[in-house]
Structures are given as structure tokens and as C-alpha cells.
T-cell receptor, first 113, second 115 residues
Framework: EPEVTQTPSHQVTQMGQEVILRCVPI?????FYWYRQILGQKVEFLVSFYNNEISEKSEIFDDQFSVERPDGSNFTLKIRSTKLEDSAMYFCASKTLYTGELFFGEGSRLTVL | DQQVKQNSPSLSVQEGRISILNCDYTNSMFDYFLWYKKYPAEGPTFLISISSIKDKNEDGRFTVFLNKSAKHLSLHIVPSQPGDSAVYFCAASIVSGGSNYKLTFGKGTLLTVNP
């Protein structure tokens, strides 16, 4: 069964460093998303991406964050200068044109020291 | 601003009995509702959804009920099995009007099914 894959599964970084989280969405999906879950809190929307551009972003998604789909298969989330509060589980999700369900990857755990 | 609320952080039931997980929402624009199941260190897994034009959707042991007037939905699992033990998230979306279908999640309910 097709699935969303994410790498790395866990990344530890120093505060102020740049981090790139990678996702390979399901191949025929057209909508792409990043969500995050800080430990013990709810899953929060970060950004949605459709037709090669950001369609919506939350207030969490400030200038330190960016997304791109460089090669038609990968979908990346970049954090330019990580802060301690960026420590969280980051989930990539994708969706077809025709249904409302998002399909999530296993997540990338980011730990900022 | 909690647009989707799951007021029970946890629920414990006996194997074979019914599990009822509840969810309330405040945004009347939501027209599509979903339940996800999540195990620790894994991503949310889609379970079942319902459109606002329906009041019930059933898939095997899982049934979702929607009460639009009360802005309330529930997930029934019958019979409950130990493998159902997980965190269940309610989510809502706006699918009409060309939106980007982003999901707004509740905080989740930890279901424990005891053998």
C-alpha cells in the first residue's frame, strides 16, 4: 500500500543550526502538508502546499521556515535557525484531489539542544 | 482557540465492549470530519470520515455519528479489541469553496482496551 515516507526519523541539532526534513508523498497526491506535535500537545498545522506554492500557513510558520518541492517527488521543510521550542515531531501528509483524507508519514523527531 | 475539542483525555474499556469517543467543534464552516488513530512514535493513521451531509458512516467495527445542530461527533468501536488501544484524534476540515483541506485536530483521547 502506498505510503508517505519521511527522513530522518530522528535528528538532533544545536540551537541556531539549519535543519531540513524530507518527505516523499504518495505519488498521485497533489496536496502536501507539514504538521508538528510538541510532546504532550496536539497536532498543529504548519503549512499546506498545492500547485507548487504555499496555499496556507499558520502563525507558527514564520520566516525561519520554508518548504519546497525541488524535484517533483520530495517535499522538504527547512528550518533556517532552529530554536529550542522547535523540538517536536514533524509530520508530512499528502492528499489526492478527490478525497478529504490526509495520509501521514511516520514523522521526524527533531531535538534542538 | 480550540475549534475542535476532545474533552476526555483518556478512556478505558473492557475487551468486547463498546468504546465511545466524543468530539465537539465550534466552527460551523467545518463540513468534513475525520478520526485518526495514533500509536506512540508513529504518524496518525486515517480511520474513518464523515461529510456534513450525512449523520452516520460505518466501516466494519467503526461507526462515526455526526450531530450538526449540536456540533458534536462521536466514534463508536464495537467490539473493542486490545489492539485498538491508541490515541484517537478527531479532526475537522472545510472541503467546500476551494479550500486547501487543512485539518484542525483535537487534543486526542487515549483509549485503553483491557483484555
Amino acid at each position: 500500500e502506498p505510503e508517505v515516507t519521511q527522513t530522518p526519523s530522528h535528528q538532533v541539532t544545536q540551537m541556531g543550526q539549519e535543519v531540513i526534513l524530507r518527505c516523499v508523498p504518495i505519488s498521485n497526491h497533489l496536496y502536501f502538508y507539514w504538521y508538528r506535535q510538541i510532546l504532550g500537545q496536539k497536532v498543529e498545522f504548519l503549512v499546506s502546499f498545492y500547485n507548487n506554492e504555499i496555499s496556507e500557513k499558520s502563525e507558527i510558520f514564520d520566516d525561519q521556515f520554508s518548504v519546497e518541492r525541488p524535484d517533483g517527488s520530495n517535499f522538504t521543510l527547512k528550518i533556517r535557525s532552529t530554536k529550542l521550542e522547535d523540538s517536536a515531531m514533524y509530520f508530512c501528509a499528502s492528499k489526492t484531489l478527490y478525497t478529504g483524507e490526509l495520509f501521514f508519514g511516520e514523522g521526524s523527531r527533531l531535538t534542538v539542544l | 482557540d480550540q475549534q475542535v475539542k476532545q474533552n476526555s483525555p483518556s478512556l478505558s474499556v473492557q475487551e468486547g465492549r463498546i468504546s465511545i469517543l466524543n468530539c465537539d467543534y465550534t466552527n460551523s464552516m467545518f463540513d468534513y470530519f475525520l478520526w485518526y488513530k495514533k500509536y506512540p512514535a508513529e504518524g496518525p493513521t486515517f480511520l474513518i470520515s464523515i461529510s456534513s451531509i450525512k449523520d452516520k458512516n460505518e466501516d466494519g467495527r467503526f461507526t462515526v455519528f455526526l450531530n450538526k445542530s449540536a456540533k458534536h461527533l462521536s466514534l463508536h468501536i464495537v467490539p473493542s479489541q486490545p489492539g485498538d488501544s491508541a490515541v484517537y484524534f478527531c479532526a475537522a476540515s472545510i472541503v467546500s469553496g476551494g479550500s486547501n483541506y487543512k485539518l484542525t485536530f483535537g487534543k486526542g483521547t487515549l483509549l485503553t482496551v483491557n483484555p
